[in-house]
């Protein structure tokens, strides 16, 4: 390891040794960077997960790995009923021209999702939570007030949520 004139080592106190100005500065550069001891390296890795299967997705991370998820990858599905349960994963239109009631599943596991987008003009659609709450507080049903209603909830923390 080569000795730095600039810093005691293992203590970072400059040396009470000065150089002149040098003409090969790679070789004053890698004196500095030696006398850094201890400072800790990190690595990175630009390695996605596999790609197999995984048109229309992107990639996400958990903070540990990362993933591919899906973004608005099935089309819209007709709700053209005056009440329709919902399913898991699939985005809804509310096409019935009265008032349309989406209802939620019953039992939905952590992270599952649902899109609801209103296309039938109205500003009194229902949104039905099935008993759970909706962000924390226990409401019942969500009015949908606005004819561009666009919205996707999923259930997080025991709890749907606006994403």
Not at 84 to 112: E, F, H, K, R, S
Not at 125 to 144: P, Q, V
């Amino acid at each position: 390891m080569a000795t730095n004139p600039y810093y005691t080592h293992g203590s970072g106190v400059p040396a009470s040794l000065s150089r002149g100005v040098s003409s090969n500065l790679r070789a004053e550069f890698d004196l500095i960077a030696a006398g850094f001891d201890g400072v800790y390296q990190i690595s990175w890795s630009t390695a996605l997960p596999s790609q197999t299967s995984n048109a229309g997705k992107v990639p996400t991370t958990d903070g540990a790995s990362a993933s591919w998820v899906a973004i608005h990858s099935k089309p819209w599905t007709a709700a053209s009923l005056a009440t329709q349960n919902a399913a898991i994963g699939v985005p809804y239109m509310m096409t019935y021209a009265g008032v349309c009631t989406l209802v939620l599943p019953v039992n939905p596991a952590a992270n599952d999702i649902v899109g609801i987008k209103v296309a039938n003009g109205r500003v009194d659609n229902i949104l039905d939570l099935s008993g759970k709450t909706f962000e924390d507080d226990s409401i019942g049903t969500l009015i949908l007030s606005s004819k561009y209603t666009c919205i996707y909830v999923q259930y997080i923390n025991s709890s749907w949520r606006l994403v």
